[in-house]
């Protein structure tokens, strides 16, 4: 049950973008999609936060290609998990941590929004101004949990195209997850196995499979 927990936060956590008609843009959706996806992969490290009903928030922290940690909160319960390489740690509010191996999650493609599908691309919007500051945005449809289809808009940066927020509309609830990006590259971003905790016991090996003898 635990592990089913531990997945579902975790799998939030890592859903990805898609594509919306656009609404005139001075780039390409190919060109900013690649832009986007690069500021992203090209990252040492980012946050990302994201707040939506009845208390549901998720803070995420991403640290390489192989480190993430994972703060859940939903209808009044807590959780952390924390994923390094094939280690996945967990621990639920009030109880202890778990240590378990689970397979190394692979992008389905460069692709790293969070809630986006595969094998798309996103569309430009026009610019918006957010306290002063002008943004570039773009439209994209989302998948999430369940593969529950979704649209999003997103802002960036425009000199780094790095993501700054993004308003996703999922059918399945009433009201949009609201998501932000920050700390990029950060000194103090950190994941790091829970202390004490002995790390999982890697999974066996699969045995070779044995070479048929051609008769003589």
């Given at each position: 049950m635990q592990m089913t927990r531990a997945w579902s936060a975790f799998t939030v956590a890592l859903v990805i973008a898609a594509t919306v008609p656009a609404a005139g843009a001075d780039d390409d959706g190919t060109a900013l999609t690649a832009k986007i996806d690069g500021a992203l992969s090209g990252a040492a490290s980012y946050r990302v936060t994201v707040q939506g009903p009845n208390g549901f928030a998720l803070d995420i922290l991403s640290v390489g290609r192989d480190r993430v940690r994972v703060l859940s909160s939903a209808g009044g319960n807590t959780a952390e998990s924390v994923v390094i390489g094939n280690a996945m740690y967990y621990r639920a509010a009030g109880n202890p941590w778990t240590a378990n191996a689970v397979p190394v999650v692979r992008r389905?493609?460069?692709?790293?929004?969070?809630?986006?599908?595969?094998d798309t691309k996103v569309e430009p919007l026009a610019d918006r101004t957010e306290a002063g500051v002008t943004y570039g945005a773009f439209g994209s449809l989302a998948v999430g949990n369940a593969q529950v289809p979704a649209t999003m808009e997103c802002t960036y940066d425009k000199a780094t195209f790095r993501p700054h927020a993004c308003t996703i509309v999922l059918q399945a609830l009433p009201t949009p997850l609201h998501v932000t990006y920050d700390k990029w590259n950060d000194p103090s971003n950190a994941v790091e196995a829970p202390p004490g905790v002995a790390p999982p016991t890697p999974p066996p090996a699969p045995s070779p499979t044995p070479t048929p003898r051609v008769p003589q």
């Open positions: 389905a493609r460069r692709n790293l929004l969070y809630m986006g599908a595969p």
